[in-house]
């Protein structure tokens, strides 16, 4: 079966940290995914919903960018965030580019209700699982296999993610977590804090949402799924680490830019 490290990590039952990338270009992907001079940065998430990395063809140039980063197997697994998806918007075309581009895995923005966790778990699988259709002459080489072993093993490797971000899917939280083929709940605080009435986190989520985003965990962890969440920093990443998230972000591209600038301006100015 084909592999990748966010898989392997999560087969170890392991921490998998990882990063945003919310900018286009090649060479920009692949500075990010080459930022750990080891192999601590298992996946990359790119953007297509809030950042600025266009789908289609932006989607698989940053993928190629990224698989190609490392020549010894531990590049990150390239994650893609589709643009969009919701009670009546059907994001089976956006998956469709996503997965033909060579992405490990998919990342769905407000997912609330198990209907819609599993008609996304239908356009990600092959038949006789799902109904996603094949004929991209470049997905299986991203992969580095025959198109005979990409169709054999893409059901199995390719992980599945729905975001959990406002108040109607924490109502259905369980019984999206328990869809066959939904392998990861995400949490996104910033939208699930608003949803919920409360403000964003400054940097930690309001107590009452902290609450519900350890319900969320225990319930991913409940039906034995998968359970991520964003952060913007590695001291927060280590926190949730330590509370058994299984798959964490570390920090953004834009992010570390401005920390990093803004770090050295002041070691000039003697502050």
Not at 82 to 102: C, E, F, N, R
Not at 116 to 139: L, M, N, Y
Not at 211 to 232: D, G, N, S
Not at 243 to 258: K, L
Request: overall charge negative; charged content about 20%; glycine content about 8%.
């Amino acid at each position: 079966m084909a592999s990748h490290p966010l898989l392997n990590i999560f087969k170890a039952n392991k921490p998998a940290f990882g990063a945003w990338l919310t900018l286009p270009g090649v060479f920009h992907a692949r500075t990010v995914a080459q930022a750990s001079p080891h192999d601590h940065l298992s996946w990359v998430v790119v953007d297509c919903e809030h950042g600025l990395v266009p789908l289609v063809p932006g989607a698989a140039e940053t993928i190629s960018a990224i698989q190609s980063s490392r020549n010894d197997g531990t590049a990150p697994s390239a994650i893609v965030r589709v643009p969009a998806t919701g009670v009546t918007a059907s994001s089976s075309w956006q998956i469709k580019h996503a997965l033909d581009g060579g992405a490990q895995g998919v990342m769905l923005p407000l997912v609330s209700t198990a209907q819609k966790a599993r008609e996304i778990v239908q356009d990600c699988k092959f038949p006789p699982i799902g109904r996603r259709g094949f004929g991209s002459p470049f997905t299986h080489g991203m992969w580095n296999l025959t198109a005979s072993e990409y169709i054999q093993s893409a059901n199995d490797s390719t992980v599945v993610m729905v975001q959990i971000e406002n108040k109607e899917a924490v109502d259905n939280v369980d019984e999206i977590a328990k869809v066959d083929g939904v392998d990861v709940l995400f949490i996104g605080p910033y939208d699930l804090s608003i949803s919920l009435g409360f403000p964003p986190p400054s940097p930690d989520p309001h107590p009452e949402v902290e609450k519900v985003i350890q319900k969320i965990l225990q319930a991913a962890h409940a039906a034995q799924k998968k359970c991520a969440i964003f952060c913007i920093s590695g001291e927060q990443a280590a926190k949730r680490a330590k509370e058994g998230f299984d798959m964490i972000n570390v920090t953004s591209d834009t992010g570390a830019m401005t920390e990093g600038i803004n770090k050295h301006l002041n070691a000039a100015l003697g502050k």
